[in-house]
């Protein structure tokens, strides 16, 4: 199976901020990467695929970037309606498993 | 408009067994992988398995290989999973969701998820 490791865990940013999120494959998965927004207590939303393909109707200061192991999430203006857990996901190889979270909380 | 309608909550007793559904609309149901996450309280985003409802192919994550089963049927556009016996860890969130149309592995669509409880 490929490990997939977030980091950070959790952030505290302001509104207005730039945000960064890093997703770590044990592996080479090419671009097979997908990111995941779950605001508390509703159903997760796909975000981005293919490591850097926006999903249809995604604000564009979600960004995401990266190839091989190393894969970043960028919020480029934190707004107040980001606050959620962020999940990455690989796709190379079954089981296409998740990171295990980072959760965005505003200053 | 695509859209996975899961079934509503259980509240189930240990080494009981249970089905819970997923039905998709809106698109070819038989052309795009379903698979099945698991949410327990409080954590992350557990990938359980995936199946074709083109011609049932299924693959499982080792973690739940043996603990579950998914199955499909056709005829109703509607995907399955199920225990055997159920043990009080199963106590969670579980979301069908759907790949993409490129069949790629990531999820496009989700559905509202199944909140499972299994207390004695």
């Known amino acids: 199976d490929i490990q997939m490791t977030q980091s950070p865990s959790s952030l505290s940013a302001s509104v207005g901020d730039r945000v960064t999120i890093t997703c770590r494959a044990s592996q080479g998965i090419s671009n097979y990467l997908a990111w995941y927004q779950q605001k508390p207590g509703k159903v997760p939303k796909l975000l981005i695929y293919a490591a850097s393909t926006l999903q249809s109707g995604v604000p564009s200061r979600f960004s995401g970037s990266g190839s091989g192991t190393d894969f970043t999430l960028t919020i480029s203006t934190l707004q107040p309606e980001d606050v959620a857990t962020y999940y990455c996901q690989e796709y190379n190889s079954a089981p296409y498993n998740f990171g295990q979270g980072t959760k965005l909380e505003i200053k | ?120």
């Open chain 2, 1 to 120: 408009e695509v859209h996975l309608a899961q079934s509503g909550a259980e509240v189930k007793k240990p080494g009981e067994s249970l089905k819970i559904s997923c039905k998709g609309s809106g698109y070819s149901f038989t052309s795009s992988w379903i698979g099945w996450v698991r949410q327990m309280p409080g954590k992350g985003l557990e990938w359980m398995g995936i199946i074709y409802p083109g011609d049932s192919d299924t693959r499982y994550s080792p973690s739940f290989q043996g603990q579950v089963t998914i199955s499909v049927d056709q005829s109703i556009n509607t995907a399955y999973l199920q225990w055997s016996s159920l043990k009080a860890s199963d106590s969670a969130i579980y979301y069908c969701a759907r790949e993409g149309d490129d069949n790629w592995g990531y999820f496009d669509y989700w559905g509202q998820g199944t909140l499972v409880t299994v207390s004695s």
